[in-house]
């Protein structure tokens, strides 16, 4: 079945860096678009950046310029490199598949930006 780990979360004091982490298994990893999300507490779950098969990627305008998604397909992992971390940024991170109309989730990883 379709499974998606994620790690790397933690906290970190503002313009810092963490690299996130999803490990992917259950499925043909190689032709899979797979996106980061995250939710704020009292937020939606919004849409972050999305990596496709050929590796074009695609990000929300808040994060351009300071987040970076990237694909290693040897390990079957998405990354989701975060660098000038914000207090706005603090949120629970997910990474996603939607196939055939079902959008699969990991358990989430906890990114807190704050002095």
């Known amino acids: 079945q379709v499974q998606l780990v994620e790690s790397g979360g933690g906290t970190v004091q503002p313009g810092g860096s963490l690299r996130l982490a999803c490990a992917a298994s259950?499925?043909?990893?190689?032709?899979?678009?797979i996106s980061w999300f995250r939710q704020a507490p009292g937020k939606q779950r919004d849409v972050v950046a999305t990596i496709n098969s050929d590796g074009y990627t695609n990000y929300v305008d808040s994060v351009k310029g300071r987040f970076t998604i990237s694909r290693d397909n040897a390990k079957n992992t998405v990354y989701l490199q975060m660098n000038s971390l914000k207090p706005e940024d603090t949120a629970d991170y997910y990474c996603s598949r939607l196939y055939r109309g079902t959008r699969y989730w990991g358990q989430g990883t906890q990114v807190t930006v704050s002095s």
């Open positions: 259950g499925f043909n990893f190689n032709s899979a678009t």
